[in-house]
């Protein structure tokens, strides 16, 4: 059974950055592109961005562009999220996704807290 793990959230300062990983276990991710989502509190789960199972990225939601960079080692089963210059409107939880044929998978989520 596929499980993916999240860390490196936590809290940081208005302009400061922070460093999202994502480890799977129980199953090879190689062949799957990857996402990654946040979810503030009253808000529907929005989707950051996604890289194709080569290392492209294939989507960057507007709000931030040019502040996040999406990665992955396949040899480590590892997906990264770069941020940078981040804002208050940054904050909330960030999950890492894979959906593999018709079955979803979520890792638990790791809190983003971004406040000075």
């Known amino acids: 059974q596929l499980q993916l793990a999240e860390a490196g959230g936590g809290l940081v300062q208005p302009g400061g950055s922070l460093r999202l990983s994502c480890v799977a276990s129980g199953g090879n991710l190689e062949y799957y592109a990857l996402a990654w989502y946040r979810q503030v509190p009253g808000k529907g789960r929005e989707l950051v961005k996604t890289?194709?199972?080569?290392?492209?990225?294939?989507y960057t939601a507007a709000s931030v562009r040019g502040r996040f960079n999406i990665s992955r080692d396949n040899a480590k089963k590892t997906l990264y999220l770069e941020m940078t210059s981040l804002n208050p409107e940054d904050t909330g939880v960030y999950y890492c996704?894979?959906?593999?044929?018709?079955?979803?998978?979520w890792g638990q989520g790791t809190q983003v807290t971004v406040s000075a």
């Open positions: 890289i194709t199972n080569v290392g492209n990225t294939v």
């Open positions: 996704h894979v959906q593999m044929g018709m079955t979803p998978y």
